[in-house]
């Protein structure tokens, strides 16, 4: 059975750490793009950050650049998002998903599969 399992959410007080893992059983993710999504209450799913599988080439959406970083741990099959810095408008449940090859484009949404089932980030003092 292919699932991903998001881990590593909670509560935290502004300015503080997380670290984020989706973990992938069933599937090798050493083949896929792996992408980092969040939906807050009230608002549309949106991308957060994608890595691809070749070249580990990443994409970051402009409010979190230099405060979050993806990487990948192919040996253990996870993928991995550290978040720096959290703001309250970071507040959201995080999923994880793969993004099968061929890729066309680089964190697209609708490219991508398997979705885990979320993990709640609270970011509030």
């Known amino acids: 059975q292919v699932q991903l399992v998001e881990s590593g959410g909670g509560l935290v007080q502004p300015g503080e750490s997380l670290t984020l893992s989706c973990t992938a059983s069933g599937f090798t993710l050493d083949y896929y793009a792996i992408g980092w999504f969040r939906q807050a209450p009230g608002k549309e799913r949106e991308g957060v950050s994608c890595?691809?599988?070749?070249?580990?080439?990443?994409y970051y959406r402009g409010s979190v650049k230099g405060r979050f970083t993806i990487s990948r741990d192919n040996a253990k099959n996870t993928v991995y998002l550290r978040m720096n810095s959290l703001k309250p408008e970071d507040t959201a449940v995080y999923y994880c998903?793969?993004?099968?090859?061929?890729?066309?484009?680089?964190?697209?949404?609708?490219?991508?599969?398997?979705w885990g089932q979320g993990t709640q980030v609270t970011v509030s003092s």
């Open positions: 998903a793969v993004d099968p090859p061929p890729v066309q484009s680089m964190c697209v949404q609708g490219d991508f599969r398997s």
């Open positions: 890595i691809t599988s070749i070249d580990g080439s990443t």
